[in-house]
Each structure stands twice: as C-alpha cells, then as structure tokens.
C-alpha cells in the first residue's frame, strides 16, 4: 500500500516512517504537515491510506478528512497522540469518513504495542480494501425459511463503517422515546472506542444507548452497540453473544455480515436490516440473505454516504428493498413500526 503521512510533529512523523518500513509491501507516498497540504497532496497523488493527525495549524484533521472524502476518498486512519483526550473529535472524523483511530507510536520504543496497534490497523485496511467478501464469509445460516412471531418484539439492525457515527447519530436523534422496536448495532471502531461511542450516540437519542453483553436479549428502549473485537450475533431466538468465528475470512471485526446472517437463523420475529456508510463491502451479503428471507432492507443512498462503498456494494447484489437519505430512515422505521404493531394487534 501507498501510505501517506499528515502530521505536524516531526517525531511523529519520523516514528510513523519506521513503523512503515517493519512492514513489507508498503511505502510512503507523502508527507504533509497540516489539513490545508494534505488536501492539495491528495488532490494530486491519492494514496491507498492516509495516516492523519487531528491537532494541526490551519486546517485541523476532522476538515481535512471532510474535504478530502469529499473530493478524492480514500481510507483514513487518525492517528493521535492521546485518544482519551480526543474521543470527541475522533468521532468527528470518523463521522466525516475516517475508518478507525490508533495511538500515536512512540520513537523511542517502536517496538512497543503502539507501533503493533498501528501496524495492525495497516492490516485490517489493506484486507479491507483487498477483500471480496464471500457468500460463505459469515455466520452460517440454517435453511431458508424463517418464521414469524407475532407477539415477538420487532427488531432494528443496523451496520456502518466510515461515516456511520454522524448517520447513526442522526437516525437515533429522530426515533422518539416509545420506539416499539429492539435495535442492534455493528460500527466498525475500535473496541477501545466503543465505550465512549455508546455514550456519544446516548446523548444524541432519548433512547439508551448501550454496549452489548454477552447472553443479552435485545428490548424496545434500547440500543444495544457491539463492544469488542469478537462478532456480535444472535446465538439463539432472543439472545446475543460474542462469537470468535468466522476467523479469518471477515475483513473488518465485529462484521455486519455475520450479525446479519444470525438474525436470519434465529430471530423469530420482524426485522429491518439497515446498511449504512463504509468502506469495502461488510453487511452486503447478510443483507441479501435477509431480503430473500422476506425481510425489509433499506440502503443508505450515495448522496448522503460519506463513503458510498458498503451501500454499493448492496444495491449492486440487489440487497436493497429501499434506497434512503439518512434523514427519511428515522421516519419510514417509526411509521412501519407503528403500522407493525397495529397488523399485530388485529390479528
């Protein structure tokens, strides 16, 4: 991979070079030292990744990864000197199309678990643009019929990579406080960044808004966010799990595809499946399943994704029973629901 480096630090930057070069197979393609060059590189050179900063001089790393998705998109990785002090703001730019966050490696001992964590996120990138997921990359599902239960409640999933913080927020901040439906949630972030994503998006909704545990069984009220670096999945009817497998087959970790694929083999009830913004093409195959199951699948539309790769990826399996802007989703969720539970209380 070209990889290229935005940081205003000249010790980071020489700590991120040597980081490089323990690595086969990449390069350095540039070196910029604030917001305002890295926009105008990469308008001349894209690379495959770009490692950027948060805190530069004019142009501060959440603009420069706004304009540069905007214009010339390609996979960003902040990386920062201290991700505690900077949560907001890494959910800024993750919500402008940044695909994940990472400590800034030390100079002075590259050999330490900082220079590893970014070596790491290197990797999961590069399987991520390089992957072609496949039908039998996720859960495995049991038969194609599914049945349904009336009286069981309904059930909202939804996934997201880049850009899924400032999406999720902004569904989540219009479904009102009685929302009759459980919701689940696959974000590609770090599991270090999961607790504090669960309480951005808490304040952003008048739902709870939640990490998921182990055997938990989703409720109305509440939203429950995959919290580790293990598959969040159904394991049973009405009861969620953390699943090591598949292994090595998912580009990203927890992945959409095997959530998706375990509300196929367990939920009994009614379900929407909801692919938002990202990068590659997690969630594209468990949302077909899910569609020819004879559930409601709805895809995020191009104009509105800040990273149009995942909801691609979908509308081209025909994955998508609806095509939305992210600010008609909340209201089409809140009105099949308020008709699902009437159906229901006819019958």
């Given at each position: ?214 055997g938990d069984s989703p409720q109305p009220g ?54 938002l913004t990202g990068m590659g093409k997690d ?12 559930y409601l699948t709805i895809v995020q539309d ?46």
């Open positions: 991979m070209r990889i290229a480096i935005v940081n205003d630090m000249l010790i980071a930057i020489e700590a991120m070079r040597r980081v490089l070069l323990l690595a086969r197979g990449h390069e350095l393609a540039w070196v910029a030292r604030n917001g305002n060059e890295a926009v105008e590189r990469c308008a001349q050179d894209t690379p495959d990744l770009i490692l950027m900063d948060l805190i530069m001089p004019e142009m501060d790393g959440v603009e420069a990864t706004r304009k540069i998705m905007a214009k010339n998109p390609c996979a960003i990785v902040v990386v920062t000197a201290d991700m505690n002090k900077s949560c907001s703001k890494v959910f800024e730019a993750m919500g402008a199309g940044a695909l994940d966050a990472v400590n800034t490696p030390v100079l002075e001992s590259l050999s330490d678990a900082g220079a590893e964590a970014l070596l790491g996120k290197i990797r999961t990138i590069n399987r991520l643009l390089g992957s072609e997921v496949g039908k039998n990359s996720f859960f495995p599902i049991a038969g194609n019929a599914r049945i349904t239960v009336a009286d069981e409640t309904p059930l909202v999933a939804f996934g997201a990579s880049a850009g899924g913080p400032a999406a999720l927020a902004k569904i989540l901040s219009q479904l009102p406080a009685n929302f009759p439906a459980a919701i689940v949630i696959v974000q590609h972030v770090d599991r270090q960044f999961a607790e504090g994503l669960a309480t951005w998006l808490n304040y952003q909704t008048p739902l709870t808004v939640r990490l998921a545990r182990e509440t939203v429950l966010l995959a919290g580790t670096e293990n598959h969040l999945a159904f394991v049973g009817p009405n009861r969620l799990g953390y699943t090591a497998q598949p292994s090595d087959c998912c580009s990203y970790r927890p992945s959409i595809d095997v959530l998706f694929n375990s509300i196929n083999r367990f939920w009994q009830g009614d379900a929407v499946g909801i692919l969630g594209a195959y468990g949302l077909k399943a899910l569609r020819d199951a004879g191009q104009a509105t994704s800040a990273v149009y790769g995942m909801p691609k990826a979908a509308v081209q399996l025909n994955a998508a029973s609806e095509i939305l802007a992210i600010d008609r989703i909340s209201n089409r969720l809140t009105n099949m629901m308020v008709n699902t539970i009437k159906c229901h209380a006819r019958a």
